[in-house]
């Protein structure tokens, strides 16, 4: 089955940034990809995504701070998250084909 492990989160201050990789396993990388997020009380939400030919789109409030990519031959996709808020805060889920779930990690924005 396929497997799908986030790392890179962490805590930082408004303004700042963080890298965060999602490396799959368990298939060959054909799939659309993506990025959701679930802030505490607040329904999970659609961050960007990436299809296998390199299209991507992002949710309005992080255009122009966020860069979703892919590095097919090595089964990775990376989210730049620049110029972080703390309505960033939240815990991020890396996605395949709408079907698969990476466990979530955790990015924390203090002001």
């Known amino acids: 089955q396929v497997q799908l492990v986030e790392s890179g989160g962490g805590s930082v201050q408004a303004g700042g940034s963080l890298r965060l990789s999602c490396a799959a396993s368990?298939?060959?990388?054909?799939?659309?990809m993506a990025w959701y997020r679930q802030a505490p009380g607040k329904q999970r939400e659609l961050v960007a995504t990436?299809?296998?030919?390199?299209?991507?789109n992002y949710a309005d409030s992080v255009k122009g701070r966020f860069t979703i990519s892919r590095v097919n031959v090595n089964n990775t996709v990376h989210l730049e998250m620049n110029s972080l808020k703390p309505d960033d805060t939240a815990i991020y889920y890396c996605?395949?084909?709408?079907?698969?779930w990476g466990q979530g990690t955790q990015v924390t924005v203090s002001a």
């Open positions: 996605n395949a084909a709408n079907t698969f």
């Open positions: 368990g298939t060959r990388f054909l799939y659309t």
């Open positions: 990436i299809t296998t030919g390199g299209n991507t």
